[in-house]
């Protein structure tokens, strides 16, 4: 994935100004089968507005990614960076407002699988791996494939599904780990891991919420 230089999009705190948090949302340069991205653009938030029993989250929030752009979302705790992934990801609904995945993906009537199938990925502020399972098999689990029940008994890794986990267990210098239970890992590493567990989903709109959250700062840095 590459991008472009990054420019920040600033959110106003609405309560609680200490202790400042940074999001991150970055697109592919490709799209992917079906999604029409004509205009270069893979994401439109337009006059979102987001309250909670009177208390308002988003306030006229207008937010547009494009293909290949990587974007850092910074602001404090409260200013709604985590309401304004939600909406992108259909987990809350905006009071008001258009949100559009391409030109033509309508994200406020669709459902959170559809909008995941559709090849938006998100990562959330707590790490959520298998524990029980190694780091490769984690992997192989987030692959984006069917998840029947007769096709998860029947799966087996091609060639090329084996590559690209090896690829992404570069990607996350995590492949001296591959077969050490997840559960072990370092916070740090566990992070890592669940970044790598949605690039081997291949999706077209990546959002990280607070990536390096606990991380020391050599980890930080090789997120970055």
């Excluded at 909008?115 to 098999?137: D, H, M, N, W, Y």
Aim: charged share 20%; glycine share 10%.
């Amino acid at each position: 994935m590459r991008a472009t230089p990054v420019p920040e999009f600033m959110l106003e705190p609405a309560f609680d100004p200490a202790g400042s948090g940074r999001d991150a949302i970055g697109a592919s340069t490709t799209a992917s089968q079906g999604l029409n991205i004509r205009h270069g653009t893979i994401l439109t938030l337009e006059d979102i507005n987001v309250s909670f029993d009177g208390f308002k989250a988003l306030s006229n929030l207008s937010l547009y990614i494009g293909v290949g752009e990587l974007r850092c979302i910074i602001g404090p705790n409260g200013a709604g960076k985590t309401t304004m992934m939600d909406v992108i990801t259909g987990k809350t609904r905006p009071d008001n407002g258009v949100a559009y995945f391409g030109e033509t993906l309508d994200l406020t009537r669709m459902s959170e699988v559809e909008i995941a199938q559709a090849g938006i990925g998100r990562k959330f502020q707590k790490p959520t791996v298998f524990e029980a399972l190694s780091v490769f098999e984690n992997l192989e689990l987030a692959q984006k494939t069917s998840k029947t029940v007769w096709a998860s008994l029947r799966a087996k890794l091609s060639g090329e599904q084996r590559d690209r986990i090896d690829e992404v267990l570069a990607t996350i210098n995590l492949d001296g780990s591959r077969q050490r239970p997840a559960g072990l890992l370092s916070h740090g590493q566990k992070q890592f891991l669940e970044i790598g567990m949605l690039l081997v989903q291949d999706p077209q709109l990546l959002l990280l919420d607070e990536p390096v959250a606990g991380m020391t700062d050599a980890e930080t840095e090789f997120t970055a």
